[in-house]
Nanobody, 119 residues
Framework: QVQLLESGGGLVQAGGSLRLSCAASGRTFSRYGMNWYRQAPGKERELVAGITSTGGSTNYADSVKGRFTISRDNAKNTVYLQMNSLKPEDTAVYYC????????????WGQGTQVTVSS
């Protein structure tokens, strides 16, 4: 069972940057793709970015392409989300999860980390 702990959120002005981290427990971390999701108030959770188990391939939501970068360090059981040129519409709670087939989540959701972008 993979357990997840997100961190790195905070309050930032529009145009600023944040780096989120997701630390995963368990020896099987490197077997799974990892996705970052976000959920804004009153909205459904949406997929933001994904990375394959080896880190060889990534994908992004159109709304964050060119601004966000997902990466992983399998030696540290950690996946990252570098967020640049932040916009107020990026405000949300950000979550990570391990996935199979790119979309099927296999871990319990963590508490997430709050990102607030002020205009």
């Amino acid at each position: 069972q993979v357990q997840l702990l997100e961190s790195g959120g905070g309050l930032v002005q529009a145009g600023g940057s944040l780096r989120l981290s997701c630390a995963a427990s368990g020896r099987t971390f490197s077997r799974y793709g990892m996705n970052w999701y976000r959920q804004a108030p009153g909205k459904e959770r949406e997929l933001v970015a994904g990375i394959t188990s080896t880190g060889g391939s990534t994908n992004y939501a159109d709304s964050v392409k060119g601004r966000f970068t997902i990466s992983r360090d399998n030696a540290k059981n950690t996946v990252y989300l570098q967020m640049n040129s932040l916009k107020p519409e990026d405000t949300a709670v950000y979550y990570c999860n391990a996935v199979v087939g790119g979309t099927y989540t296999i871990a319990s959701w963590g508490q997430g980390t709050q990102v607030t972008v002020s205009s």
